[in-house]
């Protein structure tokens, strides 16, 4: 009895036995667990309560209750979808996305959201798509955005003063009204002064909206949202009511853009084209074609596909093509969908342009203008800026080829006339001395004369015009000794050009003209003409042997400065410095190369050559001081004493 008593003992009882008890129990039971293996994982994982897990970002006040019920609230249909996994009972994201693909809005929902949705969660935005660049506004637009802003107190072009922090904000230079720089500050001062007692929410939120692929911008009081491209105002304090606001936004504009893409648009009610389409139509030079930019449909014929997520009315595309050098391609995506291919559909696209010589992932080589056009570089192979200068360059060489067959005609005709009536050689070296012509007929074909016939016109032409200068020289000496004729009888008798009348006329004194009207030589090109700035007739009265034996002609030039060549580009800016201190610069007086760009920039038509940019203007500044024709010293040129 004695034995059996003390076997019972040692029997395991059925409370848990203590961990400091030193004897194991002699016939353990298989079911029962080791209580000294403690730190293995227990199997019971499903029986925990759903309250020790916490997936939801913290700061998150979201009421236990709704939480635990494992569904949340879709704002477009209403209904209750389940993130809990079947098997493991954790959290998942597979329900809810094919609720997403299946649901359908009945109508504008009104009921407000109370929880995050799983789509806003990290896991939903790893791999989120570029974002696609704004259009370009205009100045009228920009101003109205910093007019409505009502923490702006006042703008100015190129500055902002702000109403928060009372300082001056500096805006872009090279932009009136940019409202870039302010964004950025706007976006840190008003962050600066939020009084908030969740910071944790203020964190959430914030990386919530940056991860959002539908939120372009955003700071504490507003979120510009991508799809709709307006301002949404966001109470800044009330974080969760924040991110309810723009996701029930964010519901609504998906629908519509669904809405809008299963619907054929109307084609009355397309919006007008865009900047970037009218200058690729411009070059057809017929107002029907640039009006059926109005009529046509908003989906591209060989594009790809739009993803109904960036479906925009805004990005209509032209089924026109134009007769001259492809002007409207089919084979570029637009713009806010070119960013969603890859690198290497990009480079394709590229290089299957006929235009494109060469092609690197952030410059393209222009086969026209025979300049390198410099890309996004924030991204490889981005197409938008090239179409940009693909339609201003082609609009350019257009123009171009409508002056040189009017030119050419022009020539043919004289030629006509000379034949019938043929004048003296003078005149018919001058008539056909000009180089441009000489490059146009070479260009179109017309100039039936051979090579030999050419090379002694312009042996000819060279004797002429160092006659000319000899006979200048002289005149202006006559002028110095005689002291008697007086700058505005030269101007008389100088070229009606604009450039010549520069060179030759000055009412400051004779000395100041007999500066002005030097020539160069290193003005003259390798076959010893004159450029097309510096050419001119002096009908100067001094009596000399080519004035007696020809009569008195129209004044070079005839034509208009070549601004789409660089070297006409770099001549023009020598006869400009030339003219402005001729005219208005003194020998005393500095030109600043920003003075210098603006009227050279000034003195062209609006949108019809390439902008003078100060790179190009400092390079043809320190040629002009190799030749010894300027002093140029950190920003200022200068006459040479």
Known sequence: MA????????????????????????????????????????DDRDEKPLATTNPLPAGANIQKGEYETGRVICEVCGGGVSFRDEDTGGFTLKHWDAHRVTCVSPGPSHSDPVIYTPESTAEALAHPPAKRRRAKRTEEERIDYLRADPYVARFEAYRVLCASCDKWIRLRPNSTYCSIPWDAHRKSCLSKKINSKNVYALEERNNLFAKDTDVRKFDAERVLCNICDKWLVLPPDDHLQAVQKWIQHRGSCQSAARAMLHSPADASQAPPPTEQQLALTSASGSSTNRGSLSSTSPSSPKGPPPSPHYMHPRYPHSESVSSFHDLNPSNYAPAHESRRRNAEQRAATLRADSLIRKVEPNRVFCSLCQKWVQLRQDSSYCAYPWLQHRGKCLARHMHSS????????????????????????????????????????????????????????????????????????????????????????????????AIARGYRGDARGPSHSSR???????????????????????????????????????????????????????????????????????????????ALLTYLNAAMPQDKHEDFDTSEVVKAAAAMQEKGRILFEGDMLRLVD
Not at 12 to 29: A, D, G, I, L, N
Not at 520 to 542: I, L, N, S
């Open 3 to 42: 034995e059996e008593d003390s076997v019972k003992n040692l029997s395991p009882s059925p409370s848990p036995p203590s961990r400091k008890s030193p004897t194991p129990p002699v016939t353990p039971e298989p079911s029962t667990p080791n209580p000294l293996k403690r730190k293995e994982p227990s």
């Open 516 to 594: 002005s009207a030097r020539t160069w030589e290193g003005d003259m090109d390798a076959d010893g003409d004159m450029d097309a700035e510096g050419e001119y007739v002096d009908d100067d009265p001094t009596p000399s042997r080519s004035s007696v034996r020809a009569p008195v002609r129209r004044p070079w030039p005839i034509g208009l400065a070549d601004l789409d060549s660089p070297s006409g580009r770099k001549h023009f800016i020598f006869a400009s410095v030339d003219y402005l201190f001729a005219t208005t610069y003194e020998s005393t007086d500095d030109m600043s190369i920003s």
């Open 402 to 497: 409508q002056r040189r067959a009017q030119k050419t005609a022009e020539i043919a005709e004289m030629r006509s006339k000379n034949l019938k009536h043929p004048p003296p050689e003078r005149d018919e070296l001058m008539s056909d001395g000009d180089r441009g012509s000489e490059e146009l007929e070479s260009e179109e074909g017309i100039d039936s004369q051979g090579e030999d016939e050419r090379v002694r016109r312009q042996e000819l032409q060279r004797r002429i015009l160092e006659q000319r200068h000899r006979e200048q020289r002289m005149a202006k000496s006559k002028v110095s000794r005689s002291g008697g004729m007086s700058s505005t009888t030269l101007s008389r008798h100088s070229s009606n050009g």
